[in-house]
């Protein structure tokens, strides 16, 4: 065991539903094992500004089942300075902190695997992103809960679709990972997905509308990824229509709807989880690893390998979904 004794935890980057619940299984760990905990208010730039404070467990009551992150968030271009990273250090070591517990995605890794290399201060990495595109875990922290929003929103403009012979394009959040769009998809009964994996031509996309006009179904739902290489919602919507002028197109963004909210019972277990680990692989002496969780069982990934690894969406699963739609 190492003698780590006082320890920091924050987040970086989007936001994600269930990154409260991981806050304080990371407060409630530390406590337990009588270290010195901190949180540190709007991720990076809060450590260059010095907003760290002492946390307690009574802290942390009462915000698993709140959306968002008590501890704020933020991207931070000083970060990305030496000279931001020798701020954030100092105002790390005047208050003796040894560790740091990260919650975020690729971009929040990267900064503290560089600092960690620059500076004697333990980092450990907990998923926390909507997308689901972190290397070294099934699931991310949020992606469960932007599925079940996704899939809400899309139920719902099915009950307009069933009143009107209209072609509903729905663009879900994901930037150039399809996992949302996939799951949603097949979850919806949509009668396509765009995703940024599969490219998915026009002309192919045509000949499924016309098919689908042959069995005389009546609306189809399309979900697109927000970075599928075809274009968005909007754009794909529009070379359909421009292809066959008598078609009744309608888009949906659903947008930052998915990164707010609740989070599901998935996710809290799930941040629960690797946030109890986090606090164990520091007290273990584990530095610049990323915990994740593997076929349920927790899992611990080099930052490099989270950071650069491509995480696939299985070809089965693509597939499946692809029969199903027909």
């Avoid at 949020?142 to 719902?156: H, L, P, Q, S, Y």
């Avoid at 729905?170 to 940024?196: C, D, K, Q």
Wanted: aromatic share 8%; glycine share 12%.
């Amino acid at each position: 065991m190492s003698e780590v004794r006082r320890i920091a935890v924050f987040t970086s980057g989007g936001d994600a539903p269930g990154m409260n619940a991981a806050v304080r299984a990371v407060v409630r760990t530390a406590s337990y094992h009588d270290l010195h905990i901190y949180g540190i208010y709007g991720g990076y730039d809060g450590m260059i500004n010095g907003k760290i404070e002492r946390l307690e467990k009574k802290d942390v009551g009462n915000i698993m089942h709140r959306g968002g992150t008590i501890l704020k968030t933020a991207r931070s271009e000083e970060f990305r300075t030496k000279e931001g990273r020798k701020k954030a250090f100092e105002n790390l070591q005047d208050l003796q902190i040894d560790a740091c517990v990260c919650i975020g995605g690729n971009g929040t890794y990267t900064g503290a695997d560089i600092f960690a290399q620059e500076y004697p201060i333990k980092m450990i990495g907990i998923p926390g992103t909507i997308d689901n595109d972190i290397f070294g875990t099934d699931y991310t922290i949020g992606f469960d809960t932007a599925v079940n929003t996704a899939i809400e929103a899309v139920d719902r403009i099915r009950d307009t679709a069933d009143s009107h012979n209209r072609l509903f394009f729905i663009e879900v959040m994901g930037r150039h990972a399809g996992f949302i769009a996939l799951n949603t998809g097949i979850a919806s009964g949509a009668g396509s997905i765009f995703l940024p994996e599969k490219k998915e031509s026009l002309n192919e996309f045509m000949e499924w509308l016309k098919k689908s006009s042959r069995r005389k179904k009546l609306f189809n739902l399309i979900i697109v990824a927000e970075g599928n290489t075809e274009g968005g919602a909007q754009s794909i919507a529009d070379k359909v229509k421009n292809e066959v002028p008598e078609m009744d197109t309608k888009v949906t963004i659903i947008g930052h709807l998915q990164r707010g909210g609740s989070p599901s019972g998935l996710d809290r277990v799930l941040a629960s989880r690797l946030g109890y680990g986090a606090v164990n692989a520091i007290m273990d002496g584990k530095s610049r690893v990323a915990i994740g969780s593997i076929n349920n069982a927790l899992s611990y990934t080099s930052f490099k390998d989270a950071i650069f690894k491509t995480k696939d969406l299985e070809d089965d699963t693509v597939e499946m979904a692809r029969i199903l739609a027909m």
